[in-house]
T-cell receptor, first 112, second 114 residues
Framework: KNQVEQSPQSLIILEGKNCTLQ??????????LRWYKQDTGRGPVSLTI?????NTKSNGRYTATLDADTKQSSLHITASQLSDSASYIC???????????FGGGTRLMVKP | DSGVTQTPKHLITATGQRVTLRCSPR?????VYWYQQSLDQGLQFLIQ???????AKGNILERFSAQQFPDLHSELNLSSLELGDSALYFC?????????????FGSGTRLTVV
């Protein structure tokens, strides 16, 4: 069964600090892995998309890594800002995008 | 603006009623996907349409139905509403039948059943 597990479920950090969110998956055949940011009550917005051959991808202060051997991904947020407070969702695409498996998300709160 | 338009943004209705949610995909996208997100829960896939035809079905209740019209907009119909149907409903669109190209979410419709 395809599964995507994210940890931690929630996280509180102080503004300016760094943090790392984790995503473990058992999905096949793997197509790509995506990280989304979802502000409360809003639609998810794509941060990064990584294929099998990509180990790391950055989008501003967000850096995602992918280890296809261990089926793990991480999202690192540098110098956090209050606006980073949101849920971060890991989504794994299988079968050329015909199947998406969503993680439960990590809820991040950045405090001043 | 993601280019995926959902209306209405908010909807309040009573139990037992029927509502219709609308989604217009990004220009050029042929696929529309519907999701339900209950409070503090993850996104649950409901159904996908591609170029007017149903392509994939998830955990969609029998009380719910959807369709995609020739102009590619889609409607999600929810009937015999229950309190537990209160949720955010999102649609997403993509260029082709799979989600690997241009997959984009709309801003959602918040449904409150009272």
């Amino acid at each position: 069964k395809n599964q995507v597990e994210q940890s931690p479920q929630s996280l509180i950090i102080l503004e300016g600090k760094n943090c790392t969110l984790q995503c473990n998956y058992t999905v096949s055949p793997f197509s790509n892995l995506r990280w989304y940011k979802q502000d409360t009550g809003r639609g998810p917005v794509s941060l990064t998309i990584m294929t099998f051959s990509e180990n790391t991808k950055s989008n501003g202060r967000y850096t995602a890594t992918l280890d296809a051997d261990t089926k793990q991904s991480s999202l690192h947020i540098t110098a956090s800002q209050l606006s980073d407070s949101a849920s971060y969702i890991c989504v794994v695409s299988a079968d050329a995008g015909n199947m998406l498996t969503f993680g439960g998300g990590t809820r991040l709160m950045v405090k001043p | 603006d993601s280019g995926v338009t959902q209306t209405p943004k908010h909807l309040i209705t009573a139990t037992g009623q029927r509502v219709t949610l609308r989604c217009s995909p990004r220009s050029g996208d042929l696929s529309v996907y519907w999701y339900q997100q209950s409070l503090d829960q993850g996104l649950q896939f409901l159904i996908q349409y591609y170029n007017g035809e149903e392509r994939a079905k998830g955990n969609i209740l029998e009380r719910f139905s959807a369709q995609q019209f020739p102009d590619l907009h889609s409607e999600l119909n929810l009937s015999s509403l229950e309190l537990g149907d209160s949720a955010l409903y999102f649609c997403a669109s993509s260029v082709g039948p799979g989600s690997d190209y241009g997959y984009t979410f709309g801003s959602g419709t918040r449904l409150t059943v009272v």
